[in-house]
């Protein structure tokens, strides 16, 4: 059973800046594709970025530029640089792997972006 860990969440002021990871045992967040969702209150669950399993990254138009997803191969994580944060990025964030098989998701970190 796969387990994603998330963390890095907090509140910032708004043009602040945030750094998630998303961990996991084993191999998987370096051999699969991953995505961090994220869910504000009230809201869908929408997708953030997404990276796949050989470094092809996509991002939602409300954050491109902003966002950056990555992998840290040392540390065996994926991570979400935030940049410029605004109140509206205010959410859960969400770790997520689909291998085609089956869907893990983390608990989710809070992210909160207020004055």
């Known amino acids: 059973q796969v387990q994603l860990v998330e963390s890095g969440g907090g509140w910032v002021q708004p043009g602040g800046f945030l750094r998630l990871s998303c961990a996991a045992s084993g191999s998987i967040l370096s051999s699969k594709g991953v995505a961090w969702y994220r869910q504000a209150p009230g809201s869908q669950r929408e997708v953030v970025a997404t990276?796949?399993?050989?470094?092809?990254?996509n991002y939602a138009d409300s954050v491109k530029g902003r966002f950056f997803i990555g992998r840290d191969y040392a540390k065996n994580t994926v991570y979400l640089e935030m940049n410029s944060l605004k109140p509206e990025d205010t959410a859960l964030y969400y770790c997520?792997?689909?291998?085609?098989?089956?869907?893990?998701w983390g608990q989710g970190t809070q992210v909160t972006v207020s004055s």
């Open positions: 997520n792997i689909n291998d085609g098989l089956n869907t893990y």
């Open positions: 990276i796949t399993s050989n470094g092809r990254t």
